[in-house]
């Protein structure tokens, strides 16, 4: 089993940025997909990157394309997502998600091929 627990949302003004964390327990051996989506209310889950840990292999949506990048840290157990330019159909609750090791990303990114979730972090950005 694979725990992620998610930190860093707040609200920001539009243009803001934020940085997202998702940290992964037990430390998962390297070469796993992992990903963050997003709901906003009364809208299904949309996918927003994804990435291969410990490779350079990263996708994004082409709705947060070019404004955010996902990470990962030094340890591989942890995933960032860094969003820029903020707009205020960003608002929403985000969640950080993983599938079994050794499972291959495919795009675009589907929450239904993601086996662990984190409880999500909500982030409003605000005119």
């Known amino acids: 089993q694979v725990q992620l627990v998610e930190s860093g949302g707040g609200s920001v003004p539009v243009g803001g940025s934020l940085r997202l964390s998702c940290a992964a327990s037990p430390h998962p051996p390297a070469g796993r997909c992992m990903a963050w989506f997003r709901q906003a209310p009364g809208k299904e889950r949309e996918g927003v990157a994804t990435?291969?840990?410990?490779?350079?292999?990263?996708y994004y949506g082409d709705s947060v394309k070019g404004r955010f990048i996902i990470s990962q840290g030094n340890a591989e157990n942890t995933v960032y997502l860094q969003m820029n330019s903020l707009k205020l159909e960003d608002t929403a609750i985000y969640y950080c998600a993983a599938k079994s090791a050794g499972v291959g990303c495919e795009t675009p990114v589907v929450d239904h091929d993601y086996d662990y979730w984190g409880q999500g972090t909500q982030v409003t950005v605000s005119s």
């Open positions: 990435i291969y840990t410990g490779t350079d292999w990263g």
